[in-house]
């Protein structure tokens, strides 16, 4: 991993154990703002994190440079980890039902929601009503503490806590509650055993690499991945993938292994390209399932062939975002196999929080799949 927690010399936090610090997003493209915040008096079934790791998701990237919306001013950052610094009256369970206390360290969902509300309880929690997502909601007087580029996090009531062992470093543990819960998701609504299955992975980012790793644990006999990028083609084999296409950027025609594309038992679709998503539907086998994640912004419609669909048995599948049970899969993954798969070099820069904006400059530019923002430093806590 490259290091580049160079202090800024411009930038001070104020290490007060009363205050909480916030680096917050106010525009696209503008530098963010240091905050300081009162910590906040917890009401029942809420608990306060102290922040140890924050990676710099693609959505958080796509919200800061203004290819999507999102509400301002806020504390953007959802892939996050940290210990319990304190709990509301009454106590908090995690999602197993063990009694927290403070010092535990934990992920959680990326977001709050009523399970007595009808989404919920049709399964779908993550559509709940007056759903709270961490890193998309915009700062209040009384809401300061709400993303994961900040020193603390407030849970609110409705937020599935989870334990993480000290196995897991916390680079590979942040994107566990946003990369790895969503692709857990995917298998899930897939419907689909991967078991001695043909299984086709599009797009060999991050969500992508994860993809080739659940399947191949989960016992896939192939797995083909597709991506513009013939290097991240290359690397996706330390995956688990077995096969490559390479596509062309430009007309999005298969180049490099072309004769791989065939007889595909489940897909799952991370880039979110609409030719490319017609393009995986013609490689589908007979009974075939395609799972999309990938297409979370606005784009063209894709042209489907409804007799192809019927006659062929295909089934389409939509998921965004997960359900407490994919992120406690995704925990199980992890946990069991993070020695398996080199997960620890997908956070290829570590940045101090202090210097949040050069990191997103940094991520916006380079090739590293993600970056990675500590509240310490090799020197001492804060370093400036």
Known sequence: MRNLNAASPTLKIDRNENLAQAMVFTNPNTPFELKNSFLPVLQEEEVLVKIEYTTICTSDLHTYFGRRTSPMPSILGHEIMGTIEAIGSGGKRDYSGKL??????ITWMVYAFDPCCDNARKGYPQKSENLYKYGHQKLSENDMLNGGFASHCHLRKGTELFLLSNEISNPVAAPINCTHATISGAIRISAKNPVNKTCLVVGAGMLGLSACAQL????????????????????????????TVLLDQSTGEMTVGAENFRDIDLAIETSGNP?????????????????LVGSIFKQDDISVNA?????????????????????????DFIQKYHGDFPFQELVGAEFQLEDLTEAFEYANRSEVFRVGITQTSSSSFYTI
């Not at 359900?323 to 899969?329: G, Y």
């Open 100 to 105: 927290l206390t403070i010092g535990d360290r």
């Open 216 to 243: 191949k644990t989960l016992g896939a006999s192939k797995i083909i991945v597709m991506d513009i990028d013939a290097s991240r083609l290359t690397y996706a084999k330390k995956f688990g993938a077995t096969h």
């Open 275 to 291: 030719k490319t998503i017609e393009l995986t539907l013609s490689g589908l086998a007979i009974g075939g399932v395609l799972t």
């Open 307 to 331: 007799e192809n669909i019927v006659r062929n048995l295909l089934t389409i599948r939509g998921l965004h975002n997960y359900t407490p049970e994919d992120l406690k899969n995704a925990i």
